[in-house]
């Protein structure tokens, strides 16, 4: 059972524009999030995060969005560079206990067209 | 400095045989994770170390799995008898919840 649900195995966007990578989650414990960007052969590096406290985090070019009466959040870059390609993982956590245990969906592939 | 590091990088092995990953943390990092990721899959949490705590060996898939950690430091993931099903991307990383530095894992491919 996904409780981590990226729907969308890859997008494709141009160099300049916008791209919004999606995640949605069935667990309403979950408190708080976390993006990661993984290149091939390279172990997956944070990116950005956001408590559920909050609606929004920015950080340069990187937004996240929260949407905790839909169980969603989002990933918005802008402008996307050729150099944000790369497969995006979303994760969860519960703060508390066992607030070390992120449970990750299945990752986006962004690909940025020059 | 030194990032995370795990070895072997390729690991290629037959059904039935044991391997051993072994993963290098950053230096003074008290937490180390392990996580696997088959094909099409996210990453699935295995097993978490903190300090001189009891680890957290609920993500381990099968008694078949095992994991040390010697001196608070390096950590060694064992499978016993491997099976095709254990082929899989394992990840490595310390640190603690968003500031988990990850190792560029042990691609496992079992015959």
């Known amino acids: 059972d996904q409780q981590v649900k990226q729907n969308s195995p890859s997008l494709s966007v141009q160099e300049g524009r916008i791209s919004i990578l999606n995640c949605d989650y069935t667990?309403?414990?979950?408190?708080?999030f976390l993006w990661y960007k993984k290149y091939p052969a390279e172990g997956p590096t944070f990116l950005i995060s956001i408590s559920s406290i909050k609606d929004k985090n920015e950080d340069g070019r990187f937004t996240v969005f929260l949407n905790k009466s839909a169980k969603h959040l989002s990933l918005h870059i802008v402008p996307s560079q050729p150099g944000d390609s790369a497969v995006y993982f979303c994760a969860a956590s519960i703060s508390g206990g066992s607030n070390y245990k992120l449970t990750f969906g299945k990752g986006t592939l962004l690909t940025v067209n020059p | 400095g030194a990032g995370v590091s795990q070895s072997p990088s390729n690991k290629v092995t037959e059904k039935g045989k044991d391997v051993e990953l072994r993963c290098d943390p950053i230096?003074?990092?008290?937490?180390l994770y392990w996580y696997r990721q088959s094909l099409g899959q996210g990453l699935e949490f295995l097993i978490y170390?903190?300090?001189?705590?009891?680890?957290?060996k609920s993500g381990l898939p099968s008694d078949r799995f095992s994991a040390e950690r010697t001196g608070g430091s390096v950590s060694t993931l064992t499978i016993q008898r491997t099976q095709q099903e254990d082929s899989a991307v394992y990840l490595c990383?310390?640190?603690?919840?968003?500031?988990?530095?990850f190792g560029p894992g042990t691609r496992l491919t079992v015959l």
């Open positions: 230096s003074g990092h008290t937490a």
């Open positions: 170390f903190q300090g001189n705590s009891a680890p957290d």
């Open positions: 990383a310390s640190g603690e919840r968003s500031s988990q530095y």
């Open positions: 667990n309403s414990m979950f408190d708080y």
